[in-house]
Each structure stands twice: as C-alpha cells, then as structure tokens.
C-alpha cells in the first residue's frame, strides 16, 4: 500500500493552503509520484467535511492567519473576533457590569447581530462546549495556541448540527511545531488604566512519525472606571450630568415624613412630596435635622462601577500526535484554562417599603419613633444605598477540555479514502461569589426594637426582653439606616458589625458538560467525466448537561440580590450526514468548472423529537479568473437547557412605558395615545414610576418593583433557511489581486427569543397587540406597572440580507519594500422581526439601531522591508438610529424629530455620525531571532457618540466601541 499519509508534505503544504483561502491564485506544495504525474495533497476547509485541494468552495470562509494576528494588537481571541466585519454586537459586553446571570463574565461571539447562540464555535472541527443558556466562551481558549481562525460566514447545520445557523468559527490550532517560543505583552490606555499584561510559552518537538507540543498563557486585564470617561461619568452622560441620578441615595432619607408641597398641577391642586434628607452632619435621631429632599441629596452610582470589567486568565494546552503506521495515527489534545473577573457595581438601594422592612417605631434610631418624642410615633420608611459596601462580584470559570481519535487513510483500488473516531469531553465548572447585597433576615432584626442599655451600648430587642449583640444565629447588631456617608458612628453603616451582621456572601455554582462521540469517512468514489465524485459521511453522539445553583439565599428571597431559581437538565442527540461533491463539467468554453455539493443531516434529539437538514451549492467557473458560488441550506436550532429547563429569576428592569406623559411614545403618536387612553388602570397625566417610587426624570428608567423572568418548556426548535450568492475575480493582469463579494440571507422561522418589558409595552400600546397586554399588571390607582412575567418564547420570525466585499491585494515586491492590502466589508440591508406569523401585525425594524450597524468596514494595510514592518488598521462603523430622549420637536439631541417607524408609526429619532477607529503597528526582526513590535489601537483616541439607549452596555455608549488609546508592545522570541 502506499504512504497516503505525509505528515512533512501536510506541514508544507499548510501555509499555501491559507493563503489559497484569501488569494486562490497560489502555488500548492506537490508530491511527485513514481509515474511522474503530480498529486496535490488535500485537505478539508470549514464548512465541508471532504478533503480536496480546492480551497475555494460554495460557501463563503474568511480566513485570518496567526501573521494577521500579529500584527494586531488585540491579545485575546474574543478581542479579534470581534473587530470582524461581520461579528455583530457583543451580547455580555464587558461594559454590562450589572449582568449577573450564569454567562456574566464571558466572551460571544455573534454573527450577523443573530445572537451568539446562533454561532457555533469550534476548536479544530470539534465543539467548544456550551453554557446552560447556550453560549460557548471564547475567552477559554488562550491565543498563544492559534494557527488561524476560519469564519464560515454561512449556516452549515447539515455539516456542524444545531447552533450554527448564522455561521461558524473555527479555530485551528498550532501543529508540528517545532521549536520554542515566547511571547510578552504590555499595554495601556492612555488615559492611564486598563492595562493589559500577558505572556505566554509554547515548545514542541516534530519527529518521523509523532509530534507534541506544550503551550502556557498567562494574561490580565485591569478595570476601567465609570468615574473616568466623560460619557459613562454621570447616568445620562456629559449632556445631562443632573440625570440619572437617584433618591435612593448615600444620605439617610425617610420616605414617609410629613407631606409638604412641591408645586401645582394644571387644575391648581398641589403636588406633594414626602421625601425628608438628614442634614449634613446633623443627628440623626432629631427629625428637626432633616430637611425636604433636594437635588443634593441624590446618588451618583456611576462613581462606584467599573466601565469595563478586570479579567485574569491561566492556561495550559497540550496537543500530541504518534502515527502508528503510516496511514494510522493517534491524536489527542488537552486544554486548561481558568478564567476570573471582578465586577464592582454601585451599593445596593435598599428601599425598606419595598421588602417589608421599616425601621421600627421602638427601634432606638427611629425619629419618628416612640424613643425620639416625635408627637406622633410610627415605623419609619427608608430609602439608604449601601454605599459604603459596593456590590464586587466575582466569576469564576475553569475549563477542562479532551479530544483524542484515531485517523487514518486507506485505498480501495485506484481510490483513497479518509477515516476519523474520535471523542471529545469538555466541562465548565463556574463559580459566581458577590458580597455587598442586604440578607434580609438579619436587615429585619437590625431594624426592628432597639433600646440603649446600662452600658451605653444600642441593643437589639426590648430592656425587658434583649437580643444578645453579634452576628451569629440568635444574635442582633442594630442598624441606624438614617445616618449619613462619610459620618461615620457607632451602628451606621460604617461600622464593621453593622457590615458583619447586614452582609453576607453569596455563592453561585454552574457546571456544564459536552461529550461527543463521532465517526467520519471521506474520500473519492468514482471518477465522473469532470472529475472524481468525493463524499463524507458521518454518525455522532452528542450529550448536554448543565447545571446552575444560586445560592440559597438568592432561591428563597432572603437576600436583595436578584431570585434566581434552578436551572438543571440533560438533552441527547443521535446525527448522521452525508456529504456529496459532484463535478458536472469541467474545462470547456464557459464552465472550466462547474460542481454542485450536496449535503443532508439527520439528528434525533431526545428533548423534541427528529429533524432532517438539506443543503445545495454550486462553483461554476466560467473561465479561470471568475469562480461564482452560491448555496442554500436550511438549519436548525433546538432550544438549550436554560431555555426549558431554567428557573424563574427576578429583575429589576430597565424600561421605556409608552404611556407615559412626559416621555413616553404617547406624546407623539396618536395610535398609542388612544390605546393607552382605553386602559382604565392608566390615569390621566400619567409618570412612569422609577427606581425609588418617584416619577422617572427619563426614559429607560430602572423599575420600582422586581419582575420575573424564566425559561418555557413548551418551546420548539427554530429553523431557518439560508441563501447565499456570490462571485470571486482574480485578474490575471493584476498579480496578486483578489476580489469577492458574496449576497447573504438568512430567514429563522420560530425564532427563540427572550422577551423585554419595554418590547411587550411596545406591542401592547404601540403595535396593538391585544394578547401583550395580559404580561404586566398595573397598581388600579396610580397605573405603575408591579407585576410582570416574561421568558422564552418562539415568535413569528426573523430574517437578515446583506452583502459581504472583499478585497485583497499583495503587491509585488519594490525597491521599497512589499505592500499588502486586506479590505472586508459587511452592509446589512435589513434586520426585521416579527413576533408572530399571521403577518397581521408590524415587523420591527433592527438595522441601524443601537449595536446593528448598517455597514462595517476594516481595511488593514501592511509594508515590509527586510527587517522592518508596519501595519495600519482602520474600523469603521456606521451611524447609529435611537429614540429621542430629548428635544422630542427637534434640536441637537433630535436630529429627525418627524420620523415615521414602519412598525409604530411616529417616533422621533436622533442619528449620530459614523466612527472610524485606526491602528497602527511597527515592528523589528531582530538578528538573534525576535521580534519587537510597538502599536496602538484607536491611536487618535476617537470616542464615540452619546447613546442614551445603551446599547450593549451598562452607559450612554456602545459597549463595542474603543474606550481610549491603548499603547502596547509586543516583544517574541524564537528558539
């Protein structure tokens, strides 16, 4: 038999296969047979399971090699991702601090702004494994390990199986190395924080007939504060720093004192306020030393959160491979990595009214009180933010990775033939710990009877029936919620007992586990008239499990931090594909080529039932320089284990009600205003009522009550069609040049979707969607919304189309040097969605809004001469569409203050100007076998727009954006 496999020819050839994938004019490396003849060694591109030394196929692959990285100076895989053209916004970005679900403190990676549960991850061919809610965290897989990253900007569940509907990212590690290598990195921002530190070590060894390679990372960012970036600064940005801010504030305030008027409404009645502050350095036990609440006494909870969290990651990555013959092999890879971030929220708002905790009218503190003469004694209501305990929370993730399979190749005649089993095993194990929320059992105790005892000491309980002091069960520390910040005194919130006895830590465990049993066969059958007719083939296993426990604390309601229930189960699955690649014609006028490629999976899932996917595409190539491609497939997407099987969790929601009179849609559309007249719990002159049970200052304003939200065991797999079309010019007269632009749609039917308040409210008053409207309850009396209850749900359907231009262009080499030019491009015509499918309502309009740019564009240009290179980078995003929050008629804030949404009629918008981000590297080959480089990204310090409606972030900015000049340098050594 002959030597099918050539482990140095493979290693020779791999460099000219990238390279294939972006400029197809290339050279391949070859193998001389004994008959002269010359055979090309083939191999596989993601998005088809059959080998072959065409690296251009019906669907679309971008391809970004580990020079490409290099030359970045983004460190961590999630980080080059994103900056794709075609990655959409990130769903956790790192500045959605208040996130505090099982997923917080990862990396996703969403394509086509489809969500990332739509993206499927791999890792040389083979799933990353995923969460309880679906997402796969890239950040568990160290850089210093990647040979080149494959983006299948197409779906291909009929190759991958479910999740890869919007495309795929396959990452491919480093083989047959040899040698040793190491890395150190350090940069900052300019504005002088979130410094990045990594480094990393990679050794291997290449010999006859087996390779190992050994690689260790080590990487840390720091944190970046609200308090110092002008636009995240205040809570609606540097326009409007007075707002956003809140009466549940760092000062002691009563919220049930005497009534006192404020002002008059229209018909001449007063407007009262019961909201008393105590005065700076005043006592409070005297209610002579309060004063009405003013615009002084609110709280800034910007000053105390991060802008974007810290991270620290450790890693450790082995990769093997022993060929026990020449055409049978062993490889088995093995990765760790544990990943740590510390998120710092604001202390928490507590509000005694709404738990049920008032300070006692026998508690030593009350000035309301029967122990402070007041003439008539009452409990006490409260607003007080734990200021002096921010809320820090700390997610933990380890990851624990083994693939290994037997592979090999045989010949059946003139015929060979590829063969893969193999086995995958990935477990994520998370921990979330959070200190700085109220425990409510030991809050009530603090706030209830106090006395001073003999010994001048203030002691829970009566002087007839005391409660021992302390902290442990059966004990008490009072709590004085009235005294001031910074004020300091015995039993305020200053003092470590209160802090012992009113906090507690709470404890979050998740664990999920992926195994994959698989078995593939590929090769050529027969020979066609135009060439040989390959096939792969398949059958897999596939088990889920997942598991997330909050703790106890957060199950049962005794703490502040939000309910959280738990969330546990287990889905298998049983595939199996098969893969057709037919030549149809092949050299003759106007088809040098012409093969289509068929496909079809057939998955069986123990949760819902089976499926069968199909699959078609095409190459024609109607002379050398111009391949045509296109492809339709259709995909599916079963619902995950936090889907069905989630518990019920609590929010406190940020939200937009349409009705109300200052903000509110109502103000501008007729539509709305007649519906939101027909509701009898919504009186006239309705305020939406914020955080602290006042009237909200501004739209998108954080609720008074907690909602639930939860998982839907009745949901239903979505599918979904995909179409693409495209054509690749490669010009013979410009060596070098190479042109793609590929038509794209994707179509999901059923689409699995979380709700929003703000986008049930939406349908109910603006869209007119009669069965909206039974998800939330109103107070009958002041039309506050206190109940709601939403959670997944299939709605009618979502569909995306847009195009994907490419352009790269290596020129010949000059006296001065070579020049390079990579230029990707992605417009989305649209993003809609409707929530059902009767087609009797208005589809939502997504593109152009918040984090769904219209186009992105990045344009990397390189230079090398001899020992010197540079490259310089440029990102563009286009504008971005919001609602109005301000100048509703028009002005700076509201630049289209007439316009009509097809989907709610009038809503005033303001657009903003596109952003273009540059970098910019230079490097140094040095003579003993380095390389120095030094760069910046976003080197002109561009800051983005003001966008009050926060897309993916916790602040009036995109949370995709650069947040300053980072500067780093790079230093490689090679052994």
Known sequence: ????????????????????????????????????????????????????????????????????????????????????????????????????????GGSYIDLRNLGPSRTLILLDGRRLGMNAEGLQDVASIPSSIVERIEILKDGASTIYGSDAIAGVVNIITRKNFDGAEANAYYGQNSQGDGAVTSGDFTIGSTGERSSLLFSAQYSKEDPVWAKDRAYSRTGRGPFHPTSGSSVVSQWGTISNGPAYIIGYDDDGEPITDTLYTLDRGGNSRDFGDFHETDGNDTANSNEQMMLKSGMERR??????????????????????????????????????????????????????????????????????????????????????????????????????????????????????????????????????????????????????????????????????????????????????????????????????????????????????????????????????????SPDAMMQNGTTTSNAAGLTQGQYDLNEAYLELNIPIISDVPFAQELTFNVAGRYSDYSTFGDTTNLKGGFTWKPIDEVLVRGNYGEGFRAPVIGDLYGGLAGTYEYYTDPCDTLFGNATVNAGTAARCAADASIPAGYRQIQQGGRPATEPDSQSNAMFMTGANPELLPETAVTKTLGIVYSPSYVEGLDISLDWWNVRIEQSIRSDALTLILDDCYQRGIASRCDNFTRDAATGEIVDAQWGMLNSGWLETEGYDLAVNYRLPETAYGRFGVNWQTTYTSFLNEQVDDTGANPTQVYTGFGGNFRIRSNLQMTWDYGDFGATWGMRYFSSIKENCAYDFTGGPECSLPNHIAPDTGAQPLNQTGSNTFNDVQVRYRAPWNATISVGANNVFDRQGQVLYSQPNSQYSYYGGFDIGRMVYMKYQQRF
């Not at 191999?43 to 490409?68: D, K, L, W, Y």
Request: proline share 5%.
């Open 1 to 104: 038999m002959k030597n099918l496999r050539t482990p140095a020819l493979r290693k020779a050839l791999l460099p000219a296969a990238i390279l294939a994938a972006v400029v197809p004019v290339v050279t391949f490396a070859q193998e001389q047979s004994a008959s002269g003849t010359t055979e090309l060694d083939r191999i596989q591109v993601t998005g088809s399971r059959i080998r072959s030394v065409e690296t251009e196929t019906a669907q679309p692959v971008f391809i970004m090699n580990r020079a490409q990285i290099e030359e970045q100076g983004f460190q961590s895989v999630s980080d080059i991702l994103q900056n794709i053209s075609a990655a959409g916004s990130p769903s956790f970005s790192r500045s959605s601090v208040l996130a505090s679900n099982e997923s917080a």
């Open 315 to 548: 890693s450790a990555y082995m990769q093997g491979r022993f060929d026990f013959t020449d055409n049978v092999s062993f490889v088995a890879d093995a990765l760790y990595n544990s990943r740590e971030t510390e998120v710092q929220v604001a202390g928490y708002p507590y509000q005694s009214e709404a738990w049920g905790t008032p300070l006692s009218v026998d508690s030593y503190y009350n000035p309301l009180g029967n122990q402070s003469d007041f003439a008539t004694p009452q409990d006490t209501e409260f607003f007080r933010r734990g200021w002096e305990v921010p809320r820090v929370t700390n997610n933990k993730l380890t990851t624990y990775r083994f693939s290994a399979a037997f592979e090999g190749a045989f010949e059946v005649g003139e015929r060979f033939f590829d063969w893969s089993v193999g086995y995958m095993y990935n477990k994520n194990e998370g921990s979330k710990v959070g200190y700085g929320d109220f425990n409510l059992i030991n809050t009530a105790a603090a706030l209830g009877p106090s006395f001073l005892n003999a010994d001048g000491v203030v002691q829970c309980g009566t002087a007839a029936n005391p409660i021992a002091l302390g902290v442990s069960p059966g004990q008490c520390t009072p709590w004085n919620p009235l005294g001031n910040f910074g004020e300091g005194g015995a039993n305020t919130l200053s003092d470590q007992d209160v802090q012992n006895f009113l906090f507690s830590r709470n404890q979050s465990l998740s664990e999920s586990e992926t195994q994959v049993f698989s078995a593939d066969i590929s090769g050529l059958i027969v020979e066609l008239p135009a060439g040989p007719l390959g096939f792969a083939a398949g059958i897999e296993h596939r088990k889920e499990s997942a598991l997330y």
